[in-house]
């Protein structure tokens, strides 16, 4: 009797741990089935719409110019003697650039002192000579016409002795050097480029259609961001060109960088020019043109997704409107701050589809 209920007993421990391991090897398939499935569901790659910004903001390519650049050349000719500076050396003020030879002027001055002093010795002769009658009055107007010439002439020949010393006429950067020491230079033939860079621009091309929507410059802010500084510095308009480019038909906008030293910014360095104007469109949010969707009766629509856990959700058709304050974005209303939007592959979805979040490629080894 004992046997047959310790059988019993060992029967029904038998049946309750198959049904144990029955269930949860259920599970386990199930689990691994519904993982395959939150596998195999599409992906989309969403972008979370914030609090819009009641300024409109466009980023420009922007360079680094001097306020003027100007070929130096002497007023006269003569045998380059001295050419000290370099390419990309920095001068000072009235520091000297180059010196032609002197000689030939140096004589030009003192022949002009001798006839200035030969012409006033002759004046003072006819004058004493028309004092006491021995002499006409014209004798003397011509002595006087005579010296005064001759001190047009000396302060002629001092001036070019001058004029063969070039000298910088403001604080900049030789850019190039054009011809060579011990050249013959003819008057007005450039022989230095410099740059002043006593005040740094950047200069931006400004699309013909953002200029015209512009207006002013008063209600528009312009930053630039500079490999060479760590924050960012407000800029300011000094002047644009009152016509288009040829090819772009875009203005030229200069802009002025802060007093202050910038001894790494050069002319042709890059920078990056931020410019934000207050759009008037306040509640409107800025999306690509592809999570936007044309509907079949004309109207538009994005993909919002419906999160129900860290990756899966549901998507949810919603109608928007649309338009464009640059012509280069689409600005959208109807939808709410920290709505998640489907930006890529929105028109191959349907109404409550269940999706999951694009989370990147992998790699299978």
Request: proline share 4%.
């Amino acid at each position: 009797m004992m046997m047959y209920k310790r059988q019993s007993f060992y029967l029904k421990v038998s049946k309750l741990s198959l049904l144990v391991v029955a269930l949860l090897v259920q599970l386990t398939v199930a689990f691994a089935q519904q993982t395959k499935d939150d596998n195999t569901l599409r992906p989309v790659k969403t972008m979370m719409i914030e609090a819009p910004s009641s300024f409109l903001a466009r980023e420009f390519f922007g360079k680094i110019a001097a306020r003027e650049t100007v070929d130096l050349s002497f007023d006269v000719g003569g045998r380059m003697e001295v050419f000290p500076v370099l390419e990309g050396q920095a001068v000072a003020k009235d520091g000297l650039i180059a010196r032609l030879d002197l000689a030939q002027y140096e004589r030009a001055v003192e022949q002009a002192e001798l006839s200035l002093d030969q012409a006033a010795r002759e004046l003072q002769r006819a004058q004493a000579l028309v004092s006491t009658n021995s002499a006409s009055r014209v004798r003397a107007q011509d002595a006087q016409t005579t010296r005064n010439l001759a001190d047009i002439q000396l302060r002629a020949a001092k001036e070019a002795l001058a004029d063969a010393q070039l000298t910088a006429p403001f604080d900049g950067i030789v850019a190039n050097r054009l011809v060579a020491t011990y050249t013959n230079i003819q008057p007005g033939q450039p022989i230095v480029r410099l740059h002043d860079m006593s005040e740094i621009r950047v200069e931006v091309d400004v699309p013909e259609r953002l200029f015209q929507q512009f207006g002013s410059f008063d209600d528009i802010s312009f930053t630039a961001e500079l490999p060479a500084l760590e924050s960012a510095v407000p800029l300011t308009v000094r002047e644009f060109t009152a016509e288009t480019g040829t090819i772009g038909q875009t203005y030229l906008v200069s802009l002025a960088l802060p007093a202050g030293k910038y001894p790494n910014l050069i002319p042709g360095a890059t920078a990056t020019v931020i410019a934000q104007v207050k759009n008037g469109v306040s509640e409107a949010h800025i999306l690509p043109a592809s999570a936007v969707i044309p509907q079949p009766d004309k109207s538009l629509a994005v993909m919002v997704f419906d999160p129900q856990d860290d990756t899966i959700g549901i998507i949810r058709k919603t109608r928007i409107e649309a338009g464009s304050y640059t012509g280069t974005d689409i600005r959208v209303t109807g939808l709410q701050n920290g709505s998640e939007v489907v930006i890529a592959g929105a028109h191959l979805l349907k109404d409550g589809q269940k999706v999951r979040r694009f989370s990147g490629f992998t790699v299978q080894e």
